[in-house]
């Protein structure tokens, strides 16, 4: 895409924007699901009781590396064993296990500065193929194994913390002191393979739980949501494609191109046309902190724990139009008050 005849937005103090913690990079892994989730809690937490704190991705992702184990068990290896997951994934961990802050567990080795997990989740898929291969389908044996792997690659999760002089276990950290109420929370999600204002199945492999918690709504409702939300103080958690011709890492820019599709066209059947053929697939995670009214085209503030973000000249961050988000963005997770009266429609 030619971008010398746009004009474009050039800093991050140009937006307004809500509390987050600095932008802080994946590394070579696809877990972006779990370091955007976080942070869009992280600036909940910081919206509901002004606390500002910083919480361990790799907390969440050591334990869903256990239960899709656990999952590979159940479906006799049917089950997806791979890196990525879904926002509601966070949900789902910290629920059972809880969540501590990243002080006491950031998953790297003495002297590492950067995640790379290439040669453990090599280590584990190798030895799931062998499970499968050999039939020995012991859930307590895969499980054990997985997480010696694990402890080995990123240290032993802890089971206490102490925060300001007193001790938590982790599900007390997020129940006592983060004070975090989950059921909250929910994604919501546009498409029109599955009947809106209905709760459905994200149909893409990353749900490999096949979680059908999302709540579908149409194009119009869904933008409206997300642009009322982060102009009323809430920042949103979104989930989609940023692998397209519009994007322009040393630009810190993401735009629609104009071969591919005017602004006035982009509407539901364009959306899920793009879907259904695969050229929008669910390829990242990232966090909504800000926005930028702008008469021609509005813009959004996004952070970034990619590592393309940290190409341009605002280190973590890119800047959306919102005719992306509408066109490539799928899903998003929000706090439930977001959505008003829309969510009275649901049964």
């Known amino acids: 895409m030619d971008f010398s005849n746009y004009k474009l937005q050039r800093s991050v103090d140009e937006f307004s924007s809500y509390w987050h913690n600095p932008p802080i990079s994946q590394g070579n892994t696809s877990t972006c699901w779990s370091f955007s989730t976080t942070s869009y809690f992280e600036s909940e937490i910081y919206r509901l009781t002004k606390k500002k704190v910083k919480l361990s991705e790799i907390y969440t992702v050591y334990w869903e590396y256990v239960e899709k184990a656990k999952g590979f068990v159940a479906s006799r290896g049917e089950s997806l064993f791979a890196e990525g997951s879904e926002a509601n994934a966070v949900t789902r961990i910290w629920k059972t296990y809880g969540i501590v802050p990243e002080a006491d567990y950031n998953g790297l080795k003495e002297g590492q500065t ?207 139009t919102e005719d992306y988000i509408k066109l490539k963005m799928m899903d998003y997770i929000v706090h439930k008050d977001a959505l008003g009266d829309l969510i009275k429609k649901f049964k």
Not at 304 to 317: E, F, I, L, V
Request: hydrophobic fraction near 30%; avoid cysteine.
């Open 114 to 320: 950067f995640h790379n997990h290439s040669k453990m989740f090599n280590e584990m898929s190798n030895y799931l193929k062998s499970v499968k291969k050999e039939n020995a389908w012991n859930e307590k044996t895969v499980t054990e194994t997985i997480m010696s792997i694990l402890n080995y690659y990123l240290g032993t999760p802890p089971t206490t913390v102490t925060v300001e002089g007193k001790s938590y276990s982790p599900k007390q950290y997020l129940d006592n002191y983060l004070t975090l109420k989950l059921d909250d929370y929910i994604d919501v999600l546009s498409y029109m393979q599955k009947p809106y204002f209905e709760k459905v199945e994200y149909e893409v492999p990353d749900n490999w739980w096949h979680s059908s918690d999302y709540y579908n709504i149409p194009l119009n409702e869904f933008m409206d949501v997300l642009k009322k939300a982060i102009r009323n103080g809430y920042t949103v958690g979104l989930g989609g494609d940023v692998s397209e011709p519009g994007k322009s890492a040393e630009l810190d820019v993401f735009m629609v191109p104009d071969f591919d599709i005017p602004s006035e066209y982009i509407d539901e059947n364009a959306r899920q046309f793009r879907f259904s053929n695969q050229t929008t697939t669910d390829d990242h995670g990232i966090h909504l902190v800000g926005y930028l009214n702008n008469p021609n085209q509005n813009w959004y503030l996004i952070k970034d724990s990619g590592s393309g973000s940290r190409d341009g000249n605002n280190k973590g961050y890119y800047f959306f």
